[in-house]
């Protein structure tokens, strides 16, 4: 087995590396990160119906959809948006009036809406959710969503908006 001993110049360049690789580090600025806007889902606007009233639940109520509104950049919550949402329940279909209503977000940028049980429409239990622009004078972009819940059987939707300035 061979073995070798160090020497003054192989330990010093070492010793050196190492330094400049932690002073390296040291002088890079923290970067904040900045939070991306939510894009629009393709399907997410079929049957959408433009000015859906502001309600406190659709229909009899059963099922939970709640989420979050903030500006894309920093973060921060954004109050007071409108946000509608429709989708094929158990008391009717996503075409229907009485499947759709909206709701404001509070001083958290947090929403929820009660509605009935949504059901599988084309194989697929979804709801549908909408930041309309041209309901709102925020100055941000529309955006519509269709997330696909996990299970049919779910009696709540969870659902993200990061909004992008105009």
Known sequence: MVTST????????????????GAAGLAVPARAQTLAPTPTMRGGANNYRPGAPIVERIGGGGFLTTGTVRRAGDGAPLAGRRIQVWAHTTEGHERDARSHGATLTDANGVFRIEMPQIV?????????????????????????????????SDTSLHVEFVLRPL
Do not use: K, W
Request: no cysteine.
């Open 6 to 21: 160090p020497n003054r110049r192989t330990v010093i360049s070492h010793a050196a590396t190492a330094l400049f690789i």
């Open 120 to 152: 599988p429409a084309f194989g697929q239990p979804h709801g549908h959710l909408a930041y309309d622009a041209d309901y709102d004078d925020g100055g941000f972009e529309t955006v519509f969503l269709r997330p696909v819940m996990s299970r049919a």
